[in-house]
């Protein structure tokens, strides 16, 4: 059974997606907590595992993987088996950043990011089109990341 979460849970969750590294004197006063409940609800909100992890966000083209492909996969057969086969060899590739199961004319849609053009040739070449049922990719260059983003919006 999920826990509701209050409002000052969702404030806090808002406040920490926006700035993970901000302390608990700065987040309680953001949130209108003094200090000792407020580390005790992100303590509690990590053991529960609202909150997954706190990470930093990395600016592709700083680190040469600036070309992004959606990739739409149909596989050639949907069994428990093949679709556990795939999920489990997909996340193996370091360039896809995502993974989606779809329910439409594709069964899989893949965020990849690459270096260039020709990376994602051989990438698709060698390791996707080479998944485990996969009988056939179309690929999507991303000409512009209108709005590309981790957070989740909670209403307070």
């Known amino acids: 059974m999920r826990r509701v979460l209050d409002h000052i849970d969702r404030r806090i969750l808002n406040e920490l997606q926006a700035n993970g590294r901000i302390s608990i004197v700065d987040l309680a ?5 003094t200090k000792t409940p407020c580390s005790e609800r992100v303590k509690r909100l990590e053991r529960e595992g609202v909150i997954s992890g706190y ?30 086969d795939f999920n489990r060899a997909v996340k193996l590739i370091p360039e896809v950043q995502m993974c989606l199961m779809i329910a439409g004319p594709f069964d899989y849609m893949l965020k990849v990011r690459t270096r260039d053009i020709n990376q994602f040739r051989i ?14 990719t179309h690929s999507f260059a991303v000409m512009e990341s209108v709005k590309e983003t981790k957070v989740i919006e909670l209403p307070a």
């Not at 006063?29 to 907590?33: F, I, M």
């Not at 990395?58 to 739409?72: K, L, N, R, S």
């Not at 990438?123 to 056939?136: K, M």
Request: charged share 15%; hydrophobic share 40%.
């Open 29 to 33: 006063e953001r949130v209108h907590l």
């Open 123 to 136: 990438l698709l070449g060698d390791q996707i089109s080479q998944l485990p049922s996969v009988s056939q």
């Open 55 to 84: 990470g930093a966000t990395i600016a592709p083209t700083e680190v040469d993987m600036g070309h992004v492909m959606i990739v739409h996969v149909n596989l050639s057969k949907t069994s428990d088996s093949s679709l556990e």
